[in-house]
């Protein structure tokens, strides 16, 4: 019956604490597992945007120029610098033939990706112009707005404004059109508010189709996947609001400390599984310059990265490979994730490359192992596991200390004293659970001569009050004091260590009494807080 009760070797201490570490979980480890590359030599990156089609190049506005990148090798493959003053927005076209970019002296340009040439230059805003983009579904118009309260909706290819939207009342700074509906988009402003405009609501009084209020100068706007929502950003909070239920608000994340400057939808990617595909994220950047991914479902904030600058904008691919992040200070910081799909791409690139330089190798039949062969029952040891494949381990040899060759052996006082030479507390603690679950302690503490007694009360002493030791060690004090009280009055050795461990306990009752005092103190003040 006793051998039934006896635990795995080595014991180890139940009550030791684990240090405090975030928990990684899998949508964690999703968004660490992009690579950050710094492209430097630019200043100030107000917009970036990805291509949406394939190879999902990304451009990036900084001064007067325009970069194009290529997205698996992070380099600079095109720059187009006919602008005469400063870039402030891009959008790339559906199909990704053409770019448009605006810029602050209130000229709207569109591009030939391939031949950098300018098509077309639309002036009709009489002040910088800050916002510019291709609708999703449309490749026949575009949509600008600037620091002149303005919102027109261009026919670029007759190079005239098709409709002007004059509802806001300050400078509109961004804009998003919808991904389900060619003819709605999002634009929002200084003024705070952020307006749904309807191109077929063709009026004289520029009545927006919806508006609502975010409380703050209106830095990003975007439409949710399922184009029933959108979020915006301004001031310290991103807040979602339901455009089908008439404008509700739907949450507010406030986790920056500085203005949120732009945001973007991220969905994690294809290598997560169908579940973990399908789940969208919104990314923030600010000035505080922390990188916030926000789970708009829970409304909480699942991955978090700090970089040691301003952020101005953020961007990521549409096929879940590539962040980009525009910097005050005209870094680029380009996070890749490799793809599962580029791996097995390389390993046939390098199978057909051997294939070429190596001379083919004439089948040649194995021999098959029958089982009066020896090697029969060797057969695959050499092999590596595949993905997929159950991997059965042979138990690792552990090496055993005494105390638990000791316990092995149930000479339970010689471990206890052997654990109380080590000096080592998690070891000693680790014993003292064993003889508890096998109820042995109490009868080792009586069987202790007064010298092993000595060591006994040296280590209560010390650890006692240690909150990681203390629920098991101050019990077992009581029990000692009670169980060997004649042995210490008889011996002055043993007075000493118990006054010594009384004065050390009421030090921490001192101690324990003054933080109580302490939070007394503290609670009220932080429910007063909480209120405001």
């Known amino acids: 019956m006793e051998e039934a009760r006896v635990k795995s070797y080595p014991v180890k201490p139940k009550l030791k604490t684990k240090p405090r570490t975030p928990s990684q979980t899998l949508e964690s480890n999703f968004w660490s597992s992009f690579k950050t590359t710094q492209i430097n030599n630019l200043i100030s990156v107000p917009s970036l945007t990805f291509s949406p089609t394939h190879p999902h190049s990304f451009a990036a ?18 720059t187009i610098s006919s602008f005469k003053d400063t870039v402030s927005s891009a959008s790339f076209r559906s199909d990704s033939r053409l770019i448009a970019a605006s810029d602050l002296s209130g000229l709207v340009q569109v591009f030939d990706v391939n031949s950098r040439t300018a098509l077309r230059r639309l002036r009709a805003h009489t002040r910088p112009v800050r916002f510019v983009h291709f609708p999703v579904h449309d490749k026949l118009h575009l949509i600008s707005a600037g620091d002149d309260s303005l919102v027109k909706y261009w026919d670029y290819a007759e190079q005239k404004p098709v409709l002007e939207f004059r509802g806001h009342k300050d400078y509109v700074r961004c804009g998003d059109s919808s991904p389900v509906n060619g003819d709605t988009f999002l634009t929002g402003s200084y003024d705070h508010l952020v307006k749904l405009w309807d191109v077929r609501v063709r009026d004289s009084n520029s009545t927006a189709a919806m508006q609502v209020n975010h409380g703050a100068p209106v830095e990003d706007v975007i439409f ?9 950003a301004g001031g310290n909070s991103v807040k979602l609001w ?47 310059g922390y990188l916030k991914v926000f789970d708009y479902a829970s409304m909480k904030v699942t991955f978090s990265m700090r970089f040691p600058a301003p952020l101005l904008s953020v961007a990521y691919s549409p096929d879940c490979s590539t962040r980009v992040i525009g910097t005050s200070n005209g870094i680029i910081y380009a996070g890749k994730r490799k793809m599962k799909e580029e791996k097995e791409g390389e390993n046939e690139e390098s199978e057909s490359s051997l294939f070429w330089r190596i001379r083919p190798v004439e089948h040649v039949e194995k021999q098959v192992l029958k089982p009066s062969n020896f090697r029969y029952f060797h057969r695959g040891q050499g092999d590596k596991p595949r993905e997929g494949d159950y991997l059965v381990m042979r138990p690792k040899k552990v090496k055993l200390a005494q105390h638990d060759k000791l316990l092995k052996k149930f000479r339970h006082g010689e471990a206890l004293v052997s654990v109380l030479e080590s000096k080592n507390p998690g070891n000693v603690v680790a014993v003292m659970e064993e003889l508890v679950a096998r109820r042995k302690l109490l009868r080792c503490v009586s069987d202790l001569d007064s010298e092993k007694l000595e060591m006994l009360l040296v280590f209560l002493h010390r650890y006692c009050t240690e909150p990681r030791y203390s629920s098991l060690l101050m019990g077992l004090t009581k029990k000692v004091l009670e169980m060997r009280a004649d042995d210490i009055r008889a011996s002055q050795a043993l007075r000493g260590h118990i006054r010594n461990l009384k004065r050390s306990v009421e030090e921490e009752i001192r101690v324990q009494q003054s933080l109580q005092e302490i939070q007394g103190i503290i609670s009220p003040l932080l429910r007063i807080a909480g209120r405001r």
């Open 61 to 78: 506005a900084h001064v007067t120029s325009l970069s194009i990148f290529n997205p698996q090798t992070l380099t600079l493959t095109a």
């Open 224 to 232: 949710l996947p399922s184009g029933g929502m959108f979020a915006t």
């Open 242 to 288: 339901d455009m089908i239920g008439g404008g509700k608000l739907v949450g507010s994340m406030e986790s920056h400390n500085k203005t949120v400057t732009s945001i973007c939808v991220g969905r994690i990617g294809k290598g997560s599984g169908e579940e973990e595909s399908n789940k969208f994220r919104i990314m923030s950047v600010g000035l505080d």
